[in-house]
């Protein structure tokens, strides 16, 4: 997936949920992609992309499939 930088992020928190409501800090990078390569077969994951900066975060913006 993949989703566009936001001016000053130094990084991006990855959450992921299964049913769309209840979400966890799954990942973290600096880049704007990322690769789930342990998504069980058959199961949907909702995720939530959050910017972070070391001044201040920004708020959650949604992340685009491939």
Known sequence: MSWNAVD?????????????????????TAKTTYINTSAAAGTTYYYK??????????ARCPASPP
């Open 8 to 28: 000053g992020a130094d990084k991006y928190v990855i959450y992921r949920s299964t049913d769309g409501e209840n979400y966890t800090r799954y990942y973290s």
């Open 49 to 58: 992309v959050q910017a972070i900066s070391s001044r201040t975060s920004y």
